[in-house]
């Protein structure tokens, strides 16, 4: 029984496409997150909700826009993809406690912008 | 700008040699995390230190934190192969709306040889 849970697992697209990953979890957390991984493996925040509201929003193209329709759902669109935007976006939750937000990932969506 | 700075990058160990993980960071914080990635997978939550002097166990794995120094230690004793991965150290912004706002290290490889 997957905690955190995104699809698609790969997604291979051409640039100018326009497409969605999706995630969920079944922890009952209050905050979700998306997280890049370039090919380096540097991983960075990109958008973070907390009960359906944003509450994190780094540097990040507006040709990326988070969805939250539920605290247990945050889905990822991305319009008119580019090749800078192949990476691997993971899906993360946690529940903020005083005394520690641990993070809980997804298994990762793998985009190939051709 | 919370910087997270790990070493180092890339471990080369023999079976049941020792060796540690460096984590510097940048800012103030008391909560800092340790998580392990294998290749092509998601990041799976190892540690989590809450407070100054804090030191966790598991198996051949030991992390601790010293907020002063601010600088975390990932030790390993008596390396297997099983440990190859590459280790993640990462630091909550602990403050305000940015609680949960992981700044991560830039990975560390580890590699066991027999």
């Known amino acids: 029984d997957t905690a955190v849970s995104q699809t698609p697992k790969y997604l291979v697209t051409q640039m100018g496409n326009d497409k969605s990953i999706k995630c969920e979890q079944n922890l009952g957390h209050d905050t979700m997150y998306w997280y890049k991984q370039d090919s380096k493996k540097f991983l960075k925040i990109m958008f973070s909700?907390?009960?359906?509201?944003?509450?994190i929003n780094e540097t990040v193209p507006n040709r990326f826009s988070p969805k939250s329709p539920d605290k247990a759902h945050l889905n990822l669109h991305i319009n008119s993809l580019e090749l800078g935007d192949s990476a691997v976006y993971f899906c993360?939750?946690?529940?903020?406690?005083?005394?520690?937000?641990?993070?809980?990932f997804g298994q990762g969506t793998r985009l190939t912008v051709v | 700008e919370l910087k997270v700075e790990q070493n180092p990058l890339f471990l080369s160990m023999q079976e049941g040699k020792n060796y540690t993980i460096y984590c510097n960071y940048s800012t103030t914080s008391d909560r800092l995390y340790w998580y392990r990635q294998d290749p092509g997978k998601s990041l799976e939550s190892l540690f989590v230190l809450l407070s100054n002097g804090a030191v966790k166990q598991e198996g051949r794995l030991m992390a601790s934190l010293d907020t002063k120094a601010r600088l975390s230690t990932l030790h390993i004793t008596a390396a297997v192969h099983d440990l190859s991965a590459t280790y993640f150290c990462?630091?909550?912004?602990?403050?305000?709306?940015?609680?949960?706002?992981?700044?991560f290290g830039q990975g560390t490889i580890l590699t066991v040889h027999p």
């Open positions: 990462a630091v909550d912004h602990a403050g305000g709306t940015s609680y949960g706002k992981l700044t």
């Open positions: 993360a939750s946690s529940q903020e406690f005083m005394w520690g937000t641990e993070a809980f």
């Open positions: 909700y907390n009960n359906k509201e944003l509450i």
